[in-house]
């Protein structure tokens, strides 16, 4: 089997740890204290997180989507294939390193969603473009840490959390989408969305997609 090799590595803001890029053949893998994060192999609920959002709000005028996460740009490429030419992509991403890979090892993985004129990245932390956003969106999907439950930045929680979803709620436009990835089912966030005034949809799309790979959980939130 062909070795593992490391290719980088990325400080995490806020005290928050080291991302590690590895190779192995074509394959890509970024870990966090010796757990992956995310795989070039698995991107299957990422592409069905845009693809399910993306569709809702594509036959709006212009539509406005913030993708929180950038991860290995498989979403992003995800949502470009269901929204219109005129629309806008925002992608915040917290950890610099990641947005350079995206750009200069692997973004050819995604198709180079980052090269497409409806895409602006933002470097920094998605809960302040909420915060200072109002009706700005039609749909805003999170692909932070591995979902509700924080793995690599304690911070990631106040997303989830009361606060969180009343920004994000106040961030969306009239009959805006929430949707959000998570690694495994979360019934109290499930019931914190219905608390802050969402419409509820759970799926549980597979990781590798066609069938394979882990089941991973998406919540859908409309207003």
């Known amino acids: 089997m062909i070795p593992w090799e490391t290719l980088d590595s990325a400080i995490i803001p806020n005290q928050g740890g080291e991302l590690r890029l590895s190779k192995r053949g074509e394959e890509y893998s970024i870990r966090v204290n010796n757990c992956e ?24 005028q212009q539509p406005q989507i913030l ?25 915040a991403e917290l950890v610099t ?24 990245v933002e470097v920094g932390d998605v809960a302040r473009l909420l915060k200072q956003s109002a009706r700005a969106f039609d749909a805003i999907l999170l692909d932070v840490d591995n979902g509700p439950q924080g793995l690599t930045q304690p911070e990631n929680s106040w997303l989830y959390g009361p606060a969180g979803l009343r920004a994000a709620r106040k961030a969306l436009k009239p009959q805006g989408v929430l949707a959000v990835w998570s690694v495994a089912p979360d019934a109290l966030f499930s019931k914190r969305l219905q608390q802050a005034g969402f419409t509820v949809e759970e799926t549980r799309p597979r990781a590798i997609g066609r069938g394979k790979g882990a089941r991973h959980c998406i919540w859908l939130a409309s207003l």
């Open 37 to 60: 994060l995310m795989n070039s192999r698995a991107h299957g609920s990422e592409e069905a997180l845009a693809k399910l959002s993306c569709r809702r709000v594509a036959q709006r």
């Open 67 to 91: 993708i929180g996460g950038l991860g290995m740009g498989f979403t992003t490429a995800a949502a470009l294939q269901h929204l219109p030419k005129n629309a806008t992509v925002v992608v």
């Open 97 to 120: 390193g990641l947005v350079e890979w995206n750009r200069k090892i692997f973004g050819h993985l995604a198709g180079d969603p980052l090269q497409d004129r409806r895409v602006r």
